[in-house]
């Protein structure tokens, strides 16, 4: 009795793991047929996730290579000189202030004249009294020379009166000269414009007490302009040989003059430590006004290359590169190119590149391989 009951019992535990097995084996078929469906939607989700990345882009050309160099300067007179009288004394009067224009010959300014006027009222009195001592000694030579001549006169008379009247000639020589010097010097307590030009500078007021050669009031002649720079030294050792330089008025970019160097200090500022340039502006428009604030473009010869932003480098294979884009697919590819120099705006490339290839030039830290993108706006 207790084996039959054992037997049954038996059975019905087998059964039962029987049936649990059964039901995990269709539980894990189940599993198996789903996951290719699952995949499927999970790859449907991924696409349906992720639309074409937006990207700004640049279409691959040759142009003129070369860096670009800017300098601010202002505008100087090419000839500037200083106007000063040629002998002291006190200012009476300046005739002209800072702005005013002058033309050659103008009176500039005026010294008291007094004393002047009387050292030349001196040297004419000096002049009449040499001139009558010398008419005076040329009779009395004249008579001892024909006294001589009949045997009424001593040698020692005749040599006495040469002597005198040739005394008296040097006599009236310096006093004439004298004289001369008297009357430039009473020129001399004015001073006159020697070319036309525009006042840029005072230096002394009426009423002082000036000395010979000290600068009454500076003069920039109306013969060019120059727009004047400070250079650092860097940019001489990559500028071209006698480059054309674009200079525009800082306030108004298209009022433009073209020029090319015409002097460079020999020696650095101690402060900066750059050059003081001076570039002769050809034919210049009135804007070009003294000090007028000014912008000096330089093209660095560098001949033709392609230039890319340098937003558009990035690395692959430890090497730079950029993302180029087929056109037809709308998909990119990362392709590894020769840098030939760089800078932190732009980039130029030696090699690995060919002329109408589009390369993206931003978004690329987000790309990979096979990526489709879409256009920001039409490649530039």
């Not at 202030?97 to 010959?105: C, E, K, L």
Request: glycine content about 6%.
């Amino acid at each position: 009795m207790s084996s039959n009951f054992t037997i049954r019992r038996c059975g019905r535990v087998r059964g039962a793991q029987l049936r649990r097995s059964m039901q995990t084996l269709s539980m894990r078929v189940l599993v198996v047929a789903a996951l290719p469906l699952l995949a499927a939607c999970n790859s449907e989700t991924e696409s349906a996730e992720q639309p074409p990345r937006t990207v700004r882009t640049v279409t691959v050309e040759t142009r003129e290579a070369g860096d670009v160099v800017t300098l601010t300067g202002h505008v100087e007179a090419a000839d500037e000189a200083a106007a000063a009288f040629r002998v002291g004394g006190r200012m009476l009067e300046r005739l002209v202030n800072v702005g005013d224009r002058v033309t050659a010959g103008q009176v500039l300014a005026r010294l008291d004249a007094q004393n002047a006027r009387n050292n030349l009222r001196s040297a004419e009195s000096a002049v009449s009294a040499a001139n009558a001592l010398l008419t005076q000694t040329r009779n009395t030579y004249e008579r001892q020379r024909h006294l001589l001549d009949r045997g009424f006169t001593t040698r020692a008379n005749y040599d006495a009166a040469e002597q005198a009247f040739l005394s008296a000639q040097s006599q009236v020589d310096n006093a004439q000269a004298q004289l001369k010097i008297a009357r430039d010097n009473l020129d001399y307590t004015e001073i006159h414009a020697d070319a036309d030009g525009v006042v840029t500078v005072r230096g002394a007021e009426p009423g002082e007490v000036v000395q010979a050669g000290q600068m009454i009031v500076r003069i920039a002649r109306e013969n060019g302009r120059d727009a004047v720079f400070d250079v650092p030294a860097n940019v001489f050792r990559v500028a071209p040989s006698d480059p054309l330089i674009t200079v525009a008025l800082s306030d108004s970019p298209n009022v433009t003059a073209e020029g090319r160097v015409r002097e460079v200090a020999p020696q650095a500022d101690p402060v900066t430590r750059t050059f003081q340039t001076k570039v002769g502006l050809n034919n210049p428009p009135d804007a070009f006004r003294l000090g007028a604030t000014v912008v000096g473009t330089l093209r660095l010869d560098a001949g033709t290359a392609i230039e890319l932003p340098a937003t558009a480098l990035t690395e692959f294979n430890r090497q730079p590169a950029v993302w180029v884009v087929d056109p037809g697919t709308s998909t990119v590819e990362l392709r590894n190119i020769e840098v030939q120099r760089f800078n932190p705006s732009t980039i130029a490339v030696a090699s690995g590149l060919n002329e109408g290839e589009i390369v993206v030039t931003a978004g690329v830290q987000v790309l990979h391989p096979g990526m489709k993108v879409r256009f920001a706006g039409a490649p530039s």
